[in-house]
Nanobody, 121 residues
Framework: VQLQASGGGLVQAGGSLRLSCAAS????????MGWFRQAPGKEREFVAI????????EIAGSVKGRFTISRDNAKNTVYLQMNSLKTEDTAVYYC???????????????WGQGTQVTVSS
C-alpha cells in the first residue's frame, strides 16, 4: 500500500480542518491506520489509530475531545477531523499503516509524505 496525505493548511485557532489519507493498493482494509504529528524541534508523536474495520479508535490524550479518526474502506481513505485547533497543534501530520494495533512509530510499515498544519493565534 502507498499513502498520500492531504488537507493541511493555515487555520486560525479555534478552527477546524479535516485531513485525508488516500491509500493505493488492494490491502488497505487489512491495515490498522494511524495519524502522527511532528512539530518543529520535537519528536514525532502518536495522534490516533483506527482498526481495519473502523470499529475501534483511540485518540491521544493531548487531542482527545477535539480530534477524531475515521475511515471509508470503499474509498481507501482514512480521515483525521480536527476541531477547536490550538497553536500547539501546529505540526506536520503523517498517516501510516500498521499490521497491528500500535502506538510506536517503529510498528508502522508504510508512511505518507506528511501534510503541514499551521494554526495561527
Amino acid at each position: 500500500v502507498q499513502l498520500q496525505a492531504s488537507g493541511g493548511g493555515l487555520v486560525q485557532a479555534g478552527g477546524s480542518l479535516r485531513l485525508s489519507c488516500a491509500a493505493s493498493g488492494r490491502t488497505f482494509t487489512s491495515y490498522y491506520m494511524g495519524w502522527f504529528r511532528q512539530a518543529p524541534g520535537k519528536e514525532r508523536e502518536f495522534v490516533a489509530i483506527i482498526t481495519p474495520s473502523g470499529s475501534l479508535i483511540e485518540i491521544a490524550g493531548s487531542v482527545k475531545g477535539r480530534f477524531t479518526i475515521s475511515r471509508d474502506n470503499a474509498k481507501n481513505t482514512v480521515y483525521l477531523q480536527m476541531n477547536s485547533l490550538k497553536t500547539e497543534d501546529t505540526a506536520v501530520y503523517y498517516c501510516a499503516a500498521a499490521r497491528k494495533w500500535a502506538y510506536a512509530i517503529s510498528s508502522y510499515d508504510v508512511w505518507g509524505q506528511g501534510t503541514q498544519v499551521t494554526v495561527s493565534s
